[in-house]
Nanobody
Framework: QVQVVESGGGLVQPGGSLRLSCTAS??????MVWYRQAPEKQRELVAG???????NYVDSVKGRFTISRDNAKNTVYLQMNSLKPEDTAVYYC?????????WGQGTQVTVSS
């Protein structure tokens, strides 16, 4: 049974940092992705990383967010620096096998003074 569990969200002031973690179990995942969804907005891809370490980012987070992966632990991290109020959203982890993709329950990130 596949499980995807996120952690690390919270409230942070503008300019601050947070690190999100996502652990996926029950299969081998070729691609792990962070998405986010702000109120009344569509879910958007934030950052992704393949099993061999190739990464991609949405333009709005380049230079501020870093995605990394520990394959031995099937865990992906999202280091978020220089956070802005517009980064406020529920962040979801998506873990993909060749045939399917699996979602976590989401973790709230709120950037506010």
């Amino acid at each position: 049974q596949v499980q995807v569990v996120e952690s690390g969200g919270g409230l942070v002031q503008p300019g601050g940092s947070l690190r999100l973690s996502c652990t996926a179990s029950g299969s081998s995942f070729i691609y792990m992705v962070w998405y986010r969804q702000a109120p009344e907005k569509q879910r958007e891809l934030v950052a992704g990383i393949t099993s061999d370490g190739s990464t991609n980012y949405v333009d709005s987070v380049k230079g501020r967010f870093t995605i990394s992966r520990d394959n031995a632990k099937n865990t992906v991290y999202l280091q978020m620096n220089s956070l802005k109020p517009e980064d406020t959203a529920v962040y979801y982890c998506n873990a993909r096998t060749i045939l399917r993709n699996f979602w976590g329950q989401g973790t709230q990130v709120t950037v506010s003074s």
